[in-house]
């Protein structure tokens, strides 16, 4: 069975400051993909970005990037410069060996993130 | 715009009845999901969709029923069945996927979800 860890239920962080969102994920798949979300508190889930397995660069985009670790099973969210919109709920998820060609995540219980002036 | 819409945003249910949860996405997408999502947690599975006129369950889909009769719909119905409903709920669509992971056939997309109370 997959399994996502999120160990940090809520995290500050002071604007225009640089925070790590800490994920480790636990497959026996060779090909799976990862996946960071955004949920503020209107509750919409925001794709921010994805690393897949065979990959061989971090992923980034915009103020996001990932530092993906294979044999740590690691693959942490950076985001640089905070903004106080940033302040949410960030989920880490991966993708489940489809059996059909469903795409199946598995989530993490979240990180709280707040961003203080 | 596409997107992905679900409405109600709120609902109220008294115990023993059922209620029907809209989803719609006009991405022209093949897979379709439903998440439930509880106060400080993940989200967790209650059924997907591949294609139309098929679907299968998740991790907790007891006390609930689907229907995927077009495409672009995939409506939730929680059910009387369902001893503990008042939840978020979450709507999603993708891709379909080839197997292989990636960013474009993987990636979910995420209706505003429904929140469900039951009085």
């Known amino acids: 069975a997959q399994k996502i860890t999120q160990t940090q239920p809520g995290m500050f962080v002071q604007e225009k400051e640089a925070v790590t969102l800490d994920c480790t994920y636990d497959t026996s798949d060779q090909s799976y993909g990862l996946f960071w979300y955004k949920q503020p508190s209107s509750g919409e889930m925001i794709f921010l970005i994805y690393q897949g397995s065979y990959d061989e660069q971090n992923a980034t985009e915009g103020r996001y990037s990932l530092n993906f670790q294979k044999a740590r099973k690691s693959a942490n969210l950076v985001i640089s410069a905070s903004q106080l919109g940033d302040s949410a709920m960030y989920f880490c998820?991966?993708?489940?060996?489809?059996?059909?060609?469903?795409?199946?995540?598995?989530f993490g219980t979240g990180t709280r993130l707040q961003v203080t002036l | 715009d596409g997107g992905i819409t679900q409405s109600p945003k709120y609902l109220f249910r008294k115990e023993g009845q059922n209620v029907t949860l809209s989803c719609e996405q006009n991405l022209n997408h093949d897979a379709m999901y439903w998440y439930r999502q509880d106060p400080g947690q993940g989200l967790r599975l209650i059924y997907y969709?591949?294609?139309?006129?098929?679907?299968q369950k998740g991790d907790i889909a007891e006390g609930y029923s689907v229907s995927r009769e077009k495409k672009e719909s995939f409506p939730l119905t929680v059910t009387s069945a369902q001893k503990n409903p008042t939840a978020f709920y979450l709507c999603?669509?993708?891709?379909?996927?080839?197997?292989?992971?990636?960013?474009?056939?993987?990636?979910?997309?995420f209706g505003p979800g429904t929140r469900l109370t039951v009085l």
């Open positions: 969709s591949q294609i139309v006129n098929d679907f």
């Open positions: 999603a669509s993708s891709l379909k996927t080839s197997g292989r992971a990636s960013l474009s056939t993987d990636t979910q997309y």
């Open positions: 998820a991966m993708r489940e060996l489809p059996t059909g060609t469903a795409s199946k995540l598995t």
